[in-house]
């Protein structure tokens, strides 16, 4: 069993509160991400959950048990941080095995448990070797392994990925993702990574100045965003605002694009512009298009798009796919999110 449940929860580090009062159901088996930028209080929060932050008020349940005060190691969770936290003068070996020898397992339980990790993680040939012997994504994984020996009901990931390059994030990504697939054990991951977060997440937590602006599936997020926030966060690139200099009838002062719905079109759209930078990907095209009055939109166009820096363009969008934000920031109704 892995549900953890926090009902009213806050952290004040002297006079400042970083955690507001939230709550948040994790089911059982499931793979949540808490997601935003620096400083909104998702490590924080990850950190009450093990234990290593006390907790200011509120509850924290884990398995329909009051967790609040319980100490980290006896609270059945095994956490994996940003930096590796490895052992250097022990081998592979040596630092999966640690937290069991800790714990008195026996030897040949240990041994069992070892193997068991080192072929999820394909770790088998890395047994004898010691970490500075490996690569960074090698070394998560041995991170990793001593978590998965210790069969927590959930595991707790600290921007893991943060200290690899491009393509071992890519890599890792989907380890993570299968491992959960393969161990079917609750998993709560934080980044600051949007991409990381729908690509990998069954529901994410979007947060913003320690509240939880929007919890759901990555498509409902993209999708259905409550507000500006959460619609300028979830995407990449990033939606455009479009600032409206008269408040329409329902209520927007302001109209969220997202690139890919944008439509370069040979009559009169929407919007006129001039093409700034092209970025060309291969698949995609990114055009980067000065509007008076407006600003820079970013278009996503075919990889083929024939377009370069000072052509005339001109833009449309399809009205279902247009968000609406009041002054307050908050998505209003319309024909692409009721």
């Known amino acids: 069993m892995g549900s953890i449940t926090l009902k009213q929860v806050t952290k004040n580090f002297d006079e400042v509160n970083v955690i507001k009062p939230l709550d948040l159901e994790i089911r059982d088996g499931e793979f949540i991400v808490f997601v935003g930028p620096s400083g909104c209080g998702k490590s924080t929060l990850l950190r009450m959950i093990a234990g290593l932050e006390d907790t200011t008020s509120g509850n924290i349940d884990i398995d329909g048990q009051d967790a609040t005060s319980t100490p980290p190691a006896k609270r059945g969770l095994a956490m994996v941080f940003q930096s590796y936290a490895l052992y250097p003068h022990m081998s592979v070996r040596n630092n999966i095995a640690f937290p069991l020898k800790r714990a008195k397992v026996p030897a040949a339980e240990i041994e069992q448990k070892i193997a ?192 370069s820096y000072g052509d005339d363009i001109s833009l449309s969008a399809d009205q279902s796919k247009i968000l609406r934000f009041n002054d307050q920031g908050m998505t209003l109704p319309s024909k692409g999110n009721q």
């Open 116 to 307: 068991s990790a080192a072929k999820i993680l394909n770790l088998g040939d890395y047994l004898d070797r010691k970490p500075g012997q490996l690569s960074g994504g090698q070394r998560q994984r041995v991170a990793i392994g001593r978590a998965i020996v210790r069969q927590p009901s959930a595991f707790l990931f600290d921007e893991p990925l943060s200290n690899l390059d491009a393509s071992l994030r890519v890599n890792m990504r989907l380890e993570i993702s299968e491992l959960h697939k393969s161990l079917k054990t609750t998993m709560i991951y934080v980044t600051h990574d949007q991409v990381e977060a729908m690509t990998m997440a069954d529901r994410i937590a979007v947060f913003n100045a320690g509240i939880i602006e929007q919890v759901g599936t990555p498509l409902e997020l993209y999708q259905y965003p409550v507000n500006r926030f959460v619609a300028g966060f979830i995407g990449s690139p990033k939606m455009n605002f479009i600032e409206l200099k008269q408040t329409k009838e329902d209520g927007a002062t302001c109209l969220g694009v997202r690139p890919e719905h944008f439509q370069i079109t040979t009559d009169a759209g929407i919007w006129s512009g001039k093409v700034g930078v092209v970025e060309h990907l291969g698949s995609e095209t990114f055009l980067h298009v000065q509007v008076d009055g407006i600003g820079t939109l970013t278009v996503k166009a075919n990889g083929d798009c024939p377009l």
